[in-house]
């Protein structure tokens, strides 16, 4: 009976998405266990008519409001991550994406252009951060993509991106 | 005839497009004709990508032989000139790819975003579980451990390199004219394998830089990963 206040209470001061480890070792349950008692919560949430809900995936949760209500939200809601984004920022960030860790020549090369303001930009967003530096005369620096990039995309990892070729696939099929 | 038999054909006939006849090459093209009405090619779309991009080749090189030539054209040359361009045409493809990528990256995220997490201000990222860090070590493990940080210790050399007595310029400019005409050309990483320390490189690049300035040589890198190719410049 706990679990579930304390699960709801711990998403709701916590900084950012909470990961399942630290339920599982605080309340001392499993992952399914964590999940149904989720789920429940969020039973209650609907019955109830709450704006919000838990989020989760396999390995973190965190409180949402429901994406139905997002245009009523209005100023309260924080800006648009993308908000003012150049379609060449996009493309720099779709190349860090499925390139990285990529170095801006690399990305410039693909490119055609220079990509150094695209790159600034996204860094300065939190989307990409400099992840090392390629061992070659020069050193020049890799870029990777960050964790607030997978939480704006609802992905848990970079490897459920999908493949490029998925993209078109649902472009033919629209 | 099978989509992947046709495929094997028209990349054969590609290759030793120069040993064919007239005859046979438009015998080829008549095939390439008919099996573009072949009904189970054109649901395969990867195979019917390949056997266009075969045929337009093909096509291209026939085009080209159809013009009045004053002199003999070399086409294995035709064929290299039809790759570079399927490369161009290749990094088009996969810069258009990443527009098309991005901007879908984009519709995710704003579809995401109509999700809004709540609003935290406390400082409670210690909930992530950090990882636990376990490290064993011995006794002759930490000796050795010591004797390298100790070692390292006493090479540091403090400021003392910028004392150092550097390479001169001009004689480095006089060496590289000298090596370079005595090569009718060379390459910069040739140049500098035979010097002994990373100031020596530096002063034979500066000196590079400086002999090009003045018309002495021709230097040329075609991409960061080749070489610099010198010359001298006759002109």
């Known amino acids: ?174 | 005839m099978e989509n992947i038999q046709v495929i094997e054909n028209l990349k054969s006939l590609l290759v030793e497009y120069t040993s064919n006849t007239e005859t046979q090459i438009a015998n080829n093209l008549t095939m390439i004709f008919q099996s573009f009405q072949n009904k189970s090619l054109k649901e395969d779309i990867d195979n019917y990508a390949e056997f266009v991009l075969l045929g337009a080749s093909l096509f291209e090189l026939k085009a080209k032989r159809l013009l009045p030539q004053d002199e003999e054209v070399d086409w294995l040359d035709e064929v290299e000139l039809i790759k570079d361009k399927d490369l161009a045409f290749a990094r088009l493809l996969q810069f258009k790819a990443f527009t098309e990528v991005g901007l879908a990256l984009a519709i995710k995220v704003k579809q995401t975003e109509r999700e809004i997490p709540a609003f935290k201000y406390y400082q409670t990222s210690s909930l992530s579980v950090k990882p636990e860090i376990r490290y064993n070590i011995d006794i002759t493990k930490f000796t050795e451990t010591a004797n390298e940080v100790f070692s390292r210790y006493k090479t540091i050399q403090g400021f003392s390199h910028i004392d150092k007595e550097l390479p001169d310029l001009q004689v480095a400019i006089d060496d590289l004219l000298k090596l370079v005409d005595k090569r009718l050309n060379t390459t910069f990483e040739e140049l500098v394998s035979s010097v002994n320390s990373s100031q020596e490189a530096v002063a034979f690049f500066l000196a590079l830089l400086e002999a090009v300035r003045w018309g002495f040589i021709k230097a040329e890198q075609t991409n960061v990963n080749k070489e610099i190719i010198i010359e001298k410049n006759y002109e």
């Open chain 1, 1 to 174: 009976m706990n679990s579930k206040k304390v699960i709801s209470a711990v998403l709701l001061v916590s900084d950012g998405p909470v990961e399942h480890e630290y339920f599982e070792k605080l309340l001392t349950i499993n992952n399914s266990e964590l999940i149904n008692l989720i789920d429940e919560i969020n039973a209650n949430f609907e019955n109830a008519d709450i704006g919000f809900f838990i989020k989760y995936n396999d390995f973190k949760s965190d409180i949402v409001t429901k994406s139905e209500i997002s245009e009523l939200l209005g100023d309260v809601k924080p800006p648009a991550i993308l908000r003012g984004l150049s379609t060449p920022a996009l493309e720099t960030l779709a190349i860090i994406a499925y390139e990285q860790p990529v170095t801006k020549m690399k990305i410039s090369e693909i490119r055609g252009v220079e990509s150094e303001s695209s790159i600034k930009t996204l860094e300065s967003r939190g989307l990409i951060e400099k992840g090392g530096e390629l061992d070659v005369p020069g050193n020049p620096i890799l870029y990777t993509t960050t964790e607030l990039f997978l939480q704006k995309l609802d992905l848990s990892s970079i490897s459920n991106l999908p493949t490029i070729g998925e993209y078109f696939n649902k472009a033919e099929e629209e």
